[in-house]
């Protein structure tokens, strides 16, 4: 039904710069929100940013405010996650989330790996 594809990943090191693309597809057709999720080995995964489709607030984890930025390109369900002066503690898995109006449900990305060397 829905479809969620993340891509740009890689290892860059620390205080470098990486865009993550995150595709929406299929029945999005009444979408809230697109969000951005990340998974450290051994940890929880955690929120970083969303982007709401409705008024096109942001909202950020504090541990990125001020180096990520949530863009949203204009036509397409596709956000971005552009992530700037990296720290080795931001390496991990990370996903994307869509949220629709209909049944409020979710779906998830398979995610991409970011690694951050220091």
């Known amino acids: 039904q829905v479809q969620v594809v993340e891509s740009g990943g890689g290892l860059v090191q620390a205080g470098g710069s990486l865009r993550l693309s995150c595709d929406a597809s299929g029945r999005t057709s009444g979408t809230t929100a697109m969000g951005w999720f990340r998974q450290a080995p051994g940890k929880e995964r955690e929120f970083v940013a969303i982007m709401r489709w409705s008024g096109g607030s942001t909202y950020y984890t504090d541990s990125v405010k001020g180096r990520f930025t949530i863009p949203r390109h204009k036509v397409k369900n596709t956000v971005y996650l552009q992530m700037n002066s990296l720290k080795p503690e931001d390496t991990a898995v990370y996903y994307c989330?869509?949220?629709?109006?209909?049944?409020?449900?979710?779906?998830w990305g398979q995610g991409t790996q970011v690694t951050v060397s220091s």
């Open positions: 989330k869509i949220d629709l109006a209909q049944g409020q449900r979710s779906f």
